[in-house]
């Protein structure tokens, strides 16, 4: 089948946003399917190669990419409806060229154009539609054309606010598709982690923003002196800032990490954290406004990147995680209890239940949440 996966993103770029859409797009092509991504994108003077894009995110050159110009709203309402109307004349033209199959689509607008224009559609969701009103008037134009096939949504909970504010949406049109990552890779490194081999190696991988749980780390390492914490990942201002607060000896901040080094990482990790808060912001997000909290539908790469290395997991109880997580395969700790997560980290000093749980997680990620399966269940292959 071809399919053309459209998305609004930058690429490349750190965000978890682009690194899920790359996943998926290879994750499809392993499937066996005629891929093309869609970047739906600035057009800037130096835009890196194809080759550079597929080595940054350590995918295999197995589809298509092309880029399809948007117009830059910069925050401006008018803006924001020519960025929408620019973008038609390219994304036609295209779909003539590929003639898609099917049209996958994370950028809402862009998927309601490819139905007006006769093709299949299935669109993504990571969150309810906040971003203003074309979104979510084009999303209610959407669901009535015969040319809609379903929703995807990362999280039961996510799917519950949809059948709410969507009345006219019916369950069987949702498919929830939690997150994936693709299996363990063998990597040749040792001994990555400089610490004493007798101390308990624990790691956060990911972006270090308001609600990423950061503060967790910054509350326990003082009391865990006999612990290393690494954080890994993180933009150059957000390191800058949690460096200045937490000035322990015994967490290091590895900084971004390239994807082709991070199974190395991950590895020489003991125990890893998803210590995700109450509120957690969206890439971007003002932090004074609340309605970009995304810590109830949330479904984070981390938590399935941990699962496929086996690693013993200790998680933050909330609602969401636990659509994926259980004890058998984590310990879960309210978000601001810092001393139920030292009483956790406590706990996997026993090597033993590490390994077990470790594997019971692995288990469940190859059951479950590769990419490929993700892939499988989102196109009902």
């Known amino acids: 089948m071809k399919v053309l996966y459209l998305s609004k993103t930058s690429i490349p770029s750190r965000t978890a946003n682009s690194l899920h859409v790359m996943k998926m797009c290879q994750a499809f092509a392993q499937n066996q399917h005629d891929v093309c991504f869609g970047i739906l994108t600035e057009k800037k003077q ?14 295999r050159d197995c589809f298509k990419i092309r880029h399809i110009p948007v117009y830059p709203d910069n925050g401006k309402k008018l803006r924001f409806l020519f960025s929408h109307l620019f973008v038609i004349p390219y994304l036609l033209n295209t779909l003539r060229k590929i003639r898609p199959d099917i049209v996958y689509g994370r950028d809402i607008f862009s998927c309601y154009v490819a139905a007006c224009a006769g093709y299949p559609v299935i669109a993504e969701s990571h969150f309810p539609l906040w971003h ?6 084009a999303f209610t134009r959407l669901i009535k054309r015969k040319e809609f096939k379903r929703l995807v949504v990362i999280s039961e909970a996510l799917r519950k606010v949809y059948l709410k504010q969507y009345p006219e949406l019916s369950s069987e049109q949702i498919t929830v598709a939690h997150d994936g990552a693709d299996p363990a890779a063998t990597t040749e490194t040792s001994n990555l982690f400089s610490g004493s081999l007798e101390k308990l190696q624990v790691g956060y991988i990911g972006h270090l923003y308001p609600g990423k749980g950061v503060e967790v ?11 290393d914490f690494h954080i890994i990942g993180g933009l150059e201002e957000d390191i800058r800032k949690w460096k200045g607060k937490i000035m322990e000896k015994n967490v290091v901040f590895h900084g971004f990490i390239q994807q082709d080094k991070l199974p190395a990482y991950l590895h020489g990790l003991d125990v890893c954290l998803l210590p995700n808060q109450y509120k957690v912001l969206a890439h971007g997000a003002d932090p ?10 949330t479904s984070p790469l981390k938590m399935f990147e941990y ?3 086996g690693k013993a997991i200790i998680a933050s109880d909330l609602p969401v995680l ?11 700790v309210k978000p601001d209890d810092y001393s ?5 980290i406590d706990r996997f000093r026993d090597v033993g239940m590490r390994k077990k749980m470790g594997m019971e997680a692995q288990r469940l990620f190859l059951k479950k949440y590769t990419w490929q399966k993700r892939a499988g269940l989102v196109l009902g292959d």
């Open 217 to 227: 780390i910054a509350a326990i390492a003082s009391r865990l002196k006999d612990v």
């Open 132 to 137: 203003g009103k074309v979104a979510s008037v």
């Open 340 to 344: 139920g997560w030292i009483i956790a």
């Open 322 to 332: 636990r659509e994926v997580l259980h004890e058998d395969v984590a310990i879960l």
């Open 46 to 59: 130096n835009q890196a190669s194809d080759s550079d894009i597929f080595h940054h995110y350590a995918v």
């Open 288 to 297: 004074a406004r609340a309605t970009k909290n995304i810590s109830q539908f």
């Open 307 to 309: 699962m496929a290395y």
